[in-house]
């Protein structure tokens, strides 16, 4: 849904922002991506219907989110938003770094 209303702004991949997949693109990339660019960088933790790469078990997602913990643990103490589906974002938000804060009781 997020990239059918980018497109309806006439925002496309690459060209105006970019669009990474957590579990298929490298760790690296999606760090640079986030930290380097001037652009908005749309990480999908998710996976891909238009890649064929669609996590949805528990244990799937846990593995993506390990793929890319340390990006999590360091770019996303500026900003990051999850969208998901119930459940879906546990594993990524508790490598987030404010969401480890709130669990050990310290504040930022």
């Known amino acids: 849904m997020l990239e059918r209303a980018l497109r309806a702004q006439h925002l496309e991949p690459e060209k105006n922002y970019h669009l ?13 991506a ?5 652009r908005v960088a749309v990480v999908k933790c998710g996976g ?11 244990g799937e997602l846990s593995a993506v989110a ?24 546990t594993p990524f938000s508790s490598a987030s770094p404010a969401t480890a804060a709130r669990s050990s009781g310290s504040t930022r």
């Open 66 to 89: 390990e793929n890319i913990r340390q990006v999590i643990e360091h770019t996303f103490k500026v900003f990051s938003v999850f969208v998901a589906t119930p459940g879906a974002t």
């Open 48 to 58: 891909d219907l238009e890649r064929k790469f669609l996590p949805a078990d528990p």
């Open 20 to 32: 990474l997949v957590a579990g298929l693109d490298d760790p690296e990339a999606i760090q640079v």
């Open 34 to 38: 986030l930290e380097e660019s001037t």
